[in-house]
């Protein structure tokens, strides 16, 4: 099944099957247990971030990418494992049903998001890839709310969709530079057994388009 939420912007809901997902888990423990571990970032304004991440390939920090995580202790960034491209390809080609979309899509970034109960994510968008190459998101854990939003600005007209354990949503052409944000996490009831202990698990891959 594959909802379009809007022209580039396609929703298939439990794309990834249990294995998968209890990989992906597995994975995502790993290496948010390497290096300074899973961190919520700071803004420039000295907030902190409600969610906690760890990325692969580029680190990302407000607002931009490094190869070192020159917030925390400057560290080399987690490599992107080959196999993640190859599930990256495979969600751009069942996402869009066409092969050849997805033959060139070599994504060099990983975003790895964990929201606890309280956790949101405000609306935004991501500009700081310098690839117009679409974003592929997953999702494992907790249901949450997630808002889509116009390109404009973060005021209405939005979308509510229900991102449940599982889902899979790629974003690219018109809708790469839509806004878009985690108002809240849903009870979670009868979740799908991943592995993960609470809370839900978000992850992005991304085309840097950085050399
Ligand atoms: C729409 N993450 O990491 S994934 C993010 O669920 C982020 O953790 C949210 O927004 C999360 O930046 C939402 C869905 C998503 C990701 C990237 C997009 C939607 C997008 C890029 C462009 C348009
Ligand atoms: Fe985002």
Request: aromatic share 8%; charged share 25%; with cysteine.
């Amino acid at each position: 099944e594959r909802r379009v939420l809007a022209p580039g912007a396609v929703h298939v809901p439990d794309w990834l099957d249990l294995d998968r997902q209890r990989e992906l888990v597995r994975a995502c423990r790993e290496w948010a247990s390497e290096g300074p571990g899973i961190r919520a970032a700071v803004m420039p304004n000295g907030g902190q971030m409600s969610v906690r991440s760890v990325c692969l390939g580029w680190h990302w920090y407000p607002y931009r990418y490094s190869r070192t995580r020159d917030d925390q202790d400057g560290s080399p960034v987690t490599p992107f494992p080959e196999w993640l491209g190859d599930l990256g390809r495979d969600a751009v080609a069942d996402a869009y049903g066409d092969p050849d979309r997805a033959r060139g899509y070599r994504p060099d970034i990983a975003l790895i998001n964990h929201y606890d109960d309280g956790a949101r994510m405000g609306l935004h968008r991501d500009g700081d890839e310098q690839s117009p190459e679409p974003v592929v998101s997953l999702s494992i854990g907790a249901p949450c709310l997630f808002r889509f939003g116009n390109t404009e600005n973060r005021g209405r007209p939005w979308t509510d969709v229900e991102l449940h354990s599982g889902d899979l949503v790629v974003f690219g052409d018109e809708s790469r530079l839509a806004y878009h944000g985690v108002p809240k996490l849903l009870p979670a009831s009868d979740l799908p057994d991943t592995g993960l202990a609470a809370g839900r698990l978000n992850i992005t891959l991304r085309v840097s388009g950085l050399a």
